[in-house]
Nanobody, 124 residues
Framework: QVQLVESGGGLVPAGGSLRLSCAAS????????MGWFRQAPGKEREYVGTITWNSGSASSADSVKGRFTISRDNAKNTLYLQMNNLKPEDTSVYYC?????????????????WGQGTQVTVSS
């Protein structure tokens, strides 16, 4: 089992920045990749980005490319999401997830473990 705990959410004005963290514990040696998803009220949970745990190869959704950066610190078993130039439409609950099998990481069903989510609110 892998446990995930997100932190770092909050209220920020448009144009501001936040860094989310996701601390992993348990069988972290089994993780192949981790990802970030977000879900706004009344909408489906959508892919934000992903990173392979060992090699650090990252990719992100077009909607956040150039503004959000995914990284990880293997020594700390922590995943990060640096969010810059935030927009009101980025307002969502942000979730981290972990996959233990080889996967491309763009879809919810590819992930086996999920955190509880952290709220990000961007004011206009």
């Amino acid at each position: 089992q892998v446990q995930l705990v997100e932190s770092g959410g909050g209220l920020v004005p448009a144009g501001g920045s936040l860094r989310l963290s996701c601390a992993a514990s348990g069988r972290t040696s089994s993780i192949y990749r981790m990802g970030w998803f977000r879900q706004a009220p009344g909408k489906e949970r959508e892919y934000v980005g992903t990173i392979t745990w060992n090699s650090g190869s990252a990719s992100s959704a077009d909607s956040v490319k150039g503004r959000f950066t995914i990284s990880r610190d293997n020594a700390k078993n922590t995943l990060y999401l640096q969010m810059n130039n935030l927009k009101p439409e980025d307002t969502s609950v942000y979730y981290c997830a972990a996959a233990v099998d080889y996967t491309l990481g763009r879809f919810r069903h590819e992930y086996h473990y999920w955190g509880q989510g952290t709220q990000v609110t961007v004011s206009s």
